[in-house]
């Protein structure tokens, strides 16, 4: 099984890389700076910017068939929903939902004239549940998790299975190292996010565990139906599970709790 992995050069997709090679598969490993992937047991590395139509092409081109497409690269931005630039929010857009949507424009009528794939979609909690001075990151993946379902519906027949990832909390050091744009408004509300990172760190899970259960779910999507979400990591599930069993009044009660 050949499986293609975008943002591989570190975090999940690097750890995703190295989990899956330990499982038989062959996996295309890219980035959009290719040296990074460097040192990875990927049977290729591609240079890849997933905000460009002429990389995602040559990517298609070089990469030949694929059995499973992994779009992992994705962008957060800490901010207001007022305070959010909107060049900010089109960056972010770009990578986060329109990247994939360039990937499954290049690699899906391949995989459905040989009989079938699979999608799989890095999302995370925030694709369902939203948290304050995220709107604009959860926009994006409640955006990817629509199109992952409208996917699903349209190709599901035709062979094409798809799978999103929804991931908590993982100690990748992303969300402490993304862009703010800060509005003296929220100042309580920046400070609160400052140390529910301090409590959370502790309990991350690790990229490494990921990547497993990761791997895990692609391999059961792949006997599975045309369409499921997994949570991913230690926390996932809870949250999940209390955004769904809460109304809006009631979420935002839960939240106002959290600070």
């Not at 591989?8 to 997709?13: P, T």
């Not at 040192?39 to 298609?60: H, I, K, W």
């Not at 509005?183 to 990172?197: I, K, N, S, T």
Request: proline share 6%.
């Amino acid at each position: 099984m050949r499986v293609l992995v975008t943002g591989a050069s570190r975090g999940i997709g690097r750890a995703l890389v190295a989990e899956l090679a330990t499982r038989g598969m062959e996996i295309v490993a890219t980035a959009r700076t290719v040296t990074d992937l460097d040192g990875l047991p990927s049977v290729a590395n591609l240079p890849l910017d997933v905000t460009s139509d002429a990389s995602v092409a040559a990517a298609a081109e070089a990469a030949g068939p694929i059995d499973v497409l992994v779009n992992n690269a994705a962008l957060s931005i800490a901010a207001p929903v007022e305070a959010t630039p909107a060049g900010a929010a089109l960056g972010m857009f770009d990578t986060n939902v329109l990247g994939p949507l360039r990937m499954i424009n290049a690699f899906v009528p391949d995989m459905r004239a040989r009989g079938g794939g699979l999608v799989v979609n890095l999302s995370s909690v925030a694709g369902r549940a939203v948290f304050p001075l995220n709107g604009v990151h959860a926009a994006s993946k409640h955006a990817l998790e629509a199109m992952s379902e409208g996917l699903a519906l349209e190709a599901g027949p035709l062979g094409i299975r798809v799978l999103v990832c929804q991931l908590g909390s993982v100690a990748t050091g992303m969300y402490q190292q993304q862009p703010t744009f800060t509005d003296p408004a929220y100042a309580d509300l920046f400070r609160a996010q400052e140390e529910g990172f301090a409590q959370a760190a502790a309990h991350q899970a690790k990229p490494e565990a990921v990547a497993a259960q990761i791997a895990d779910a692609i391999e059961a999507a792949r006997q599975g139906p045309p369409f499921s979400r997994v949570p991913i990591g230690q926390d996932a599930a809870w949250l999940l599970a209390e955004r769904a069993r809460l109304d809006d009044a009631g979420w935002a009660d839960r939240i106002q709790g959290m600070r």
